[in-house]
């Protein structure tokens, strides 16, 4: 099982739809997680990071943690075309600190 | 508060020849990590620093090297260049240890011919 695995995609959703982008990793113990967006040619920027079980909101975007299973999530509310971009899971390995980076879904907005 | 900055953005070069990249952290940040992005692999860690210490190194050869100096900028040299190596190299910044938040900057796009 690869450390942190994502959907290549691309992922297409409707504008005004929800946009579910879905992250499973190997660590059984990790600790924290992150979501980073990149757009073409552009470096990543974070959305959110999440710490704990359940779910956490910002704005149009809420990330789930499911650490018994291993998995993390990203839910977009109101898909708009700007958010049509690569998206990153990111987790932090507790057996060394590193983080690792899946390589990112592909989330494309129809208008 | 000035973000992440990284020197060149653009860089053609040789395969045999050997290239510096810089980056400059956010102010106050004392951990800079670096990544290798192509399309086929993705984000991949290179390696980590913190007050000068490297303390983390991902799975590259020894012809990637980096450093940190006393201002937290930091340094990444890639010796005897191969047509492999061209990628958009990534540099992130955070306050403490890599667990906590990275912010990246604009990249270098390196290109060996």
């Known amino acids: 099982q690869k450390e942190v695995e994502q959907n290549s995609g691309p992922l297409s959703v409707p504008e005004g739809a929800i946009a579910s982008l879905n992250c499973t990793y190997s660590?059984?113990?990790?600790?924290?997680f992150f979501w980073y967006r990149q757009y073409s040619g552009k470096s990543p920027e974070l959305i959110m990071s999440?710490?704990?079980?359940g779910d956490k909101e910002d704005g149009r975007f809420t990330a789930q943690l499911n650490k018994a299973s291993q998995y993390v999530s990203l839910l977009i509310r109101d898909s708009q075309p700007s958010d049509s971009a690569t998206y990153l899971c990111?987790?932090?390995?507790?057996?060394?600190?590193?983080?690792?980076f899946g390589k990112g879904t592909r989330l494309h907005i129809l208008p | 508060k000035a973000g992440v900055t990284q020197t060149p953005r653009y860089l053609i070069k040789t395969r045999g020849q050997q290239v510096t990249l810089s980056c400059s952290p956010i102010s106050g940040h004392r951990s800079v990590s670096w990544y290798q992005q192509t399309p086929g692999q993705g984000l991949q860690f290179l390696f980590e620093y913190f007050s000068e210490t490297q303390r983390n190194k991902g799975n590259f050869p020894g012809r990637f090297s980096g450093r940190q100096f006393s201002n937290s900028r930091s340094e990444m040299n890639v010796s005897t260049l191969e047509l492999g190596d061209s990628a958009l190299y990534l540099c992130?910044?955070?306050?403490?240890?890599?667990?906590?938040?990275?912010?990246f900057g604009p990249g270098t796009r390196l290109l060996v011919l």
């Open positions: 990111a987790v932090v390995m507790n057996r060394d600190d590193k983080i690792i």
């Open positions: 992130a910044s955070s306050l403490g240890h890599s667990g906590e938040t990275q912010y």
């Open positions: 660590d059984r113990v990790s600790q924290s």
């Open positions: 999440i710490y704990s079980n």
